[in-house]
């Protein structure tokens, strides 16, 4: 099996996995509690998030656990929201091609009274420092802007928006969720307020994310009950899940510029080859994204179609985020980046790692021709396309 579906989920890291089988099994204890066995729980639970925030650029009490990065997400807006209708802002500028995770939060506050500014990303899906500076306003109270795209993977100019926000004077938040353990990542050099990260993502557990909040910006909790967190986020903590979370951040930390050269490399190799496909086209930058995103769309075909006979041929891909893998209409993302509705429906995502290997790509590159031209074969479509019926838009 050919694994190439990284940004839905990650295998964990044996290092990872070792780190939290060994927490379960003798640092069991509730970190609330006042003996021994709960305080050792309680000192992993501090080692931790001294340790993430040495990774992020941050503070330790500026670190916040959760369950991932749909909850962080959520956490950070709202506060920001909340924080904004205090002051009588209600104001809040993001993109039109977020994570679902940010656009179904801010859908919610507008039928709560917010007004929401989605800017408009361009064709290469990069939005401008200049745009965002544009979209705020005296009454603005949170920009939000992912770091790197799930789907197409191109990755916005984060510290340059930072800046322009802390001119502003209003809060930044980024869902960082594809771009933790990818890339580097300093919240105070790139003047971040908040961020989220989700475990999972880097070769940690499921379950569990974090939540990065910098001093002096008030965090709302969104769920209510116990004490942890620092008042910010009720439920015993998984102390276990978050050790391995860190144990694999620091991993792939300590290797992102050898993992990210080796991993762009298979990358730009795998857009070679596909881009020699008729009637095919990259989505996203092909510079300013992460390492291991291809993103492609093909003219005459249904991803779903594609996906299915690629996992007959042992090859494990997807058309867009997973989060959204049951859904028949087309990606958010694409039509944002203007791809049309016929085009974006044969869209295929290939997401590598470190692990991933060359051979990996050549068969790849030996499977999805093959597919395309099948499905092609039996398309009305792709006939009306090549009988002139229809005018090609790839």
């Known amino acids: 099996m050919i694994y190439a579906d990284n940004a839905a989920t990650t295998k964990m890291s044996p290092r990872a996995l070792e780190e939290m089988c060994r927490t379960a099994g003798e640092i069991w204890g509730n970190p609330s509690s006042l003996y021994g066995l709960g305080q050792a729980a309680q000192e992993a639970l501090t080692d931790a998030r001294e340790r993430m925030a040495k990774i992020l650029g941050a503070e330790a009490k500026e670190i916040y656990f959760t369950s991932g990065g749909s909850e962080s997400d959520n956490q950070a807006i709202r506060s920001c929201a909340r924080l904004g209708a205090a002051k009588n802002r209600k104001h809040i500028v993001s993109t039109a091609f977020e994570h679902h995770a940010v656009l179904h939060t801010l859908k919610r506050l507008e039928k709560e009274g917010y007004e929401v500014t989605y800017l408009p990303v361009h064709e290469n899906g990069i939005v401008t420092p200049e745009e965002v500076a544009a979209a705020i306003r005296p009454d603005t109270c949170l920009v939000t802007i992912m770091f790197a795209n799930n789907e197409i993977g191109t990755i916005e100019p984060i510290g340059e928006i930072g800046a322009v926000c802390r001119a502003a004077k209003v809060p930044f938040h980024t869902d960082a969720v594809q771009a933790a353990g990818h890339v580097k990542i300093d919240v105070k050099e790139m003047n971040i307020d908040l961020l989220s990260l989700s475990a999972h993502k880097f070769h940690g557990p499921r379950g569990v994310g974090a939540l990065y909040c910098r001093t002096g910006l008030p965090l709302y909790p969104l769920i209510e009950g116990g004490a942890q967190e620092r008042n910010r986020r009720a439920g015993t903590e998984n102390v276990a899940g978050i050790r391995a979370m860190v144990t694999a951040l620091e991993e792939m930390t300590a290797n992102l510029d050898r993992n990210a050269a080796y991993v762009r490399s298979l990358r730009d190799r795998l857009i070679d080859g596909l881009s020699a496909i008729p009637h095919s086209a990259l989505n996203g930058d092909p510079e300013k994204r ?48 203007r791809r049309p509705h ?34 092609r ?7 009306d396309l090549q009988s002139g019926r229809r005018q090609h838009l790839l």
């Open 290 to 337: 992460l390492p291991g995103n291809v993103n492609f769309c093909f003219e005459g075909i249904e991803g779903e179609s594609l996906l299915l006979l690629l996992d007959q041929a042992g090859i494990c891909a997807s058309s867009g985020s997973a989060c959204t893998s049951g859904s028949l209409d087309p990606s958010h993302v694409l039509l944002a980046i």
């Open 342 to 375: 016929e085009v974006a429906h044969g869209s295929l995502r290939l997401t590598l790692s470190e692990e991933n290997t060359e051979e990996d790509v050549d068969t790849i590159l030996q499977e999805v021709p093959r597919i395309v031209t099948y499905l």
């Open 377 to 383: 074969g039996f398309s009305p479509i792709w006939q």
